[in-house]
Antibody, heavy 121, light 107 residues
Framework: QVQLQESGPGLVKPSETLSLTCAVS?????????WGWIRQPPGKGLEWIGC???????YYNPSLKSRVTISVDTSKNQFSLKLNSVTAADTAVYYC??????????????WGQGTLVTVSS | DIQMTQSPSSVSASVGDRVTITCRAS??????LVWYQQKPGKAPKILIY???TLQSGVPSRFSGSGSGTDFTLTISSLQPEDFATYYC?????????FGQGTKLEIK
């Protein structure tokens, strides 16, 4: 069973960089699949941030593309999210997830528990 | 980007009722449509992928249909544990996009 666990600071100051890591267990990231980040502002809906393929190819939401970087560290079996120049609008629960996309289907099958990141001075 | 529009945004129903939630894509997405259930304080859980394929372990009272631009999620007989928020998501192309969610409440 694949398990994902987000970690990182719960409080980030405005204009600084939000950095989160997702540790994966039960599966080797280097073996395949897409690995993504999703966020959910308090009381609101889900927003897809972006994902990285096991080979390193990245795909980002155009609304965040100028501020987002997703990377993978296969030696630690984890992937990371960096979002720079944050504002209060970036306050949200951040989830990491696995997408076992194939030629026939795709979806976020396994999710981390989520971590709340608050942007405030 | 492909826009996903869900309706209704909220619905009240009773245990045993049949409920249908719809999702419309702004352009054709074939069957690249996923449904999730989210309970308060929890991560979303995948229910249906490829528009109509039930994820392993999901009760058969959940079903999905549609292709192209119009999709539906049906719960045939509501159970107490089904009261939650439901989201559709297109996975036809990046960026993936979600519907705004449908909150299913107890009447």
């Amino acid at each position: 069973q694949v398990q994902l666990q987000e970690s990182g600071p719960g409080l980030v100051k405005p204009s600084e960089t939000l950095s989160l890591t997702c540790a994966v267990s039960g599966y080797s990231i280097s073996s395949g699949y897409y690995w993504g980040w999703i966020r959910q502002p308090p009381g609101k809906g889900l927003e897809w941030i972006g994902c990285i393929y096991h080979s390193g190819s990245t795909y980002y939401n155009p609304s965040l593309k100028s501020r987002v970087t997703i990377s993978v560290d296969t030696s630690k079996n984890q992937f990371s999210l960096k979002l720079n120049s944050v504002t209060a609008a970036d306050t949200a629960v951040y989830y990491c997830a696995r997408d076992p996309r194939t030629v026939a289907a795709a979806g976020l099958l396994d999710w981390g528990q989520g971590t709340l990141v608050t942007v405030s001075s | 980007d492909i826009q996903m529009t869900q309706s209704p945004s909220s619905v009240s129903a009773s245990v045993g009722d049949r409920v249908t939630i719809t999702c419309r894509a702004s352009q054709g997405i074939s069957s690249w449509l996923v449904w999730y259930q989210q309970k308060p304080g929890k991560a979303p859980k995948i229910l249906i992928y490829a528009a109509s394929t039930l994820q392993s372990g999901v009760p058969s009272r959940f079903s999905g249909s549609g292709s192209g631009t119009d999709f539906t999620l049906t719960i045939s007989s509501l159970q107490p544990e089904d009261f939650a928020t439901y989201y559709c998501q297109q996975t036809n192309s990046f960026p993936y996009t979600f519907g705004q969610g449908t909150k299913l409440e107890i009447k």
